[in-house]
DNA sequence: ACCTTGGTTCGACGTGTGTCAACATAGACG
DNA sequence: CGTCTATGTTGACACACGTCGAACCAAGGT
């Protein structure tokens, strides 16, 4: 089972669950590398469409949802099939195709990494 | 001149309670009001340059940088004062000027309320 | 086979954003 | 005053991004 499958964001640096991409924002100040690849996540959670559509997906009953379950935000559906593969580019949704419909569901180590960078010293 | 924006982000009230913006992503889904506030966090640190920029200032001594601490990213001054702008209109960052030079620190609560928003359930 | 429903991809358009050079402003100091 | 240093602002430009309609693909049902 792919549980991990080419998430751009993620090193295979560690056999560690919590996905250590980037030390907490405060620790020292970023290179240029780690920035690149760290904006990138957050990029992904820039935009309200893509907001509302991953804190649906985090808040589905089941941890997942298919497209036709969120994709009430106010745009036009190839709009939202837009944003659910950016942030799935990001890292931070996985799809998979059951039958008639497409699922999707976080990446919760990736979601961790992200509230650790966060972390107040 | 004062075009010092109100915190878009946080309504001014609590002395150091931690910015009830929004619950967590997970919790429930977010409303487009809440989206589009929240996105504006983000979408702030969705660029490598400002990234490191407040990486810079929130790991340096003190808890502050003036601008000349940190201006090593790469890009043109100018450059740097737009995004270190941003960051202080997204409610990142605080100035204040000092003498000669401004310094830049930043603004923990908002922070902890980012890092609440990716709190795993 | 045909049609219907769910989703993605494509092509195009308008807006937003990052960047720089040039200029402007604010103190410090003589 | 004038001048130097440290930041901010303006204007302009190229590129990225969000959005839509139309076309396309994938499964199921009839």
Not at 62 to 83: K, L, M, N, R
Not at 97 to 102: E, K
Request: with cysteine; charged share 25%; net charge neutral.
């Amino acid at each position: 089972m792919s549980n991990v499958k080419a998430l751009p964001l993620l090193e295979p640096e560690g056999p560690d669950a919590v996905a250590p991409c980037c030390p907490p924002l405060s620790e020292r100040p970023f290179t240029a590398e780690e920035a690149e690849r760290t904006a990138r996540m957050f990029k992904a959670l820039g935009d309200p469409v893509r907001l509302r559509l991953f804190s649906a997906v985090a808040s589905h009953e089941g941890g997942e949802a298919c497209v036709c379950d969120i994709s009430d935000v106010g745009v036009s559906q190839p709009t939202v099939s837009h944003h659910l593969k950016k942030l799935k580019e990001a890292g931070l949704l996985t799809s998979e195709r059951r039958g008639t419909w497409v699922y999707y569901r976080v990446e919760p180590s990736v979601v961790a990494a992200m509230g650790q960078l966060l972390a107040v010293r």
